[in-house]
T-cell receptor, first 116, second 110 residues
Framework: NAGVMQNPRHLVRRRGQEARLRCSPM?????VYWYRQLPEEGLKFMVY????????ESGMPKERFSAEFPKEGPSILRIQQVVRGDSAAYFC??????????????FGPGTRLLVL | SQKIEQNSEALNIQEGKTATLTCNYT??????LQWYRQDPGRGPVFLLL?????KEKRKERLKVTFDTTLKQSLFHITASQPADSATYLC?????????FGPGTSLSVIP
């Protein structure tokens, strides 16, 4: 059973371009979480999605950021018109059910975004 | 909203000693608390979960305690090894998601 997969692992964009980050959850997992991590800082929750639905986007910046988890295919985190402050590691995690019962999250290797 | 604090300073200990990491939360006591390990350049890996009605949980050389009165969890690694060097994150549920503490960097010196 393959783990959580993220691609690309490294992404370089110039200011103003778009960044698209992909996350394929573990097989059988329908819950996906996106986090952002700045150097020397902890994981900051961004958004929680279940197939075709956004459950909680309270950690997502109001502008330029969007996320989806379609019925088929990976979850996508999209950052439009990137700025230097968007440079960070973006992690995706998946779980078979929600967090209410203490379900373990399985993390991907992350995508390191660098905005020049 | 819930706030999580962990040892702000990096922890350096000698191989073979017990490492103790602290996680404090500010508001309501969560139904459970999790500990994860993160190595440089990699995603976190789940280690242990302790529920509010459990005082202590063990897994091999790892031990976690949960004191809802002190609003604190302690994470112990006994007989520490250089391979235990990593950042350790505690996490607690907040509504429909989990929030993470800033992490504590542990270095085990041979």
């Amino acid at each position: 059973n393959a783990g959580v997969m993220q691609n690309p692992r490294h992404l370089v964009r110039r200011r103003g371009q778009e960044a698209r980050l992909r996350c394929s959850p573990m097989k059988g997992h329908s819950h996906v979480y996106w986090y952002r991590q700045l150097p020397e800082e902890g994981l900051k929750f961004m958004v929680y999605l279940q197939k075709e639905n956004i459950i909680d986007e309270s950690g997502m910046p109001k502008e330029r950021f969007s996320a989806e988890f379609p019925k088929e295919g990976p979850s996508i985190l999209r950052i439009q018109q990137v700025v230097r402050g968007d440079s960070a590691a973006y992690f995706c995690a998946s779980s078979p059910t929600g967090q209410g019962a203490g379900e373990t999250q399985y993390f991907g290797p992350g995508t390191r975004l660098l905005v020049l | 909203s819930q706030k999580i604090e962990q040892n702000s300073e990096a922890l350096n200990i000698q191989e073979g000693k017990t490492a103790t990491l602290t996680c404090n939360y500010t508001n309501y006591s969560p139904a459970y608390l999790q500990w994860y390990r993160q190595d440089p350049g990699r995603g976190p890996v789940f280690l242990l979960l302790i529920r509010e009605n459990e005082k202590e949980k063990r897994k091999e050389r790892l031990k976690v305690t949960f004191d809802t009165t002190l609003k604190q969890s302690l994470f112990h690694i006994t007989a520490s090894q250089p391979a235990d060097s990593a950042t350790y994150l505690c996490a607690i549920p907040s509504y429909d998601k989990v929030i993470f503490g800033p992490g504590t960097s542990l270095s085990v010196i041979p």
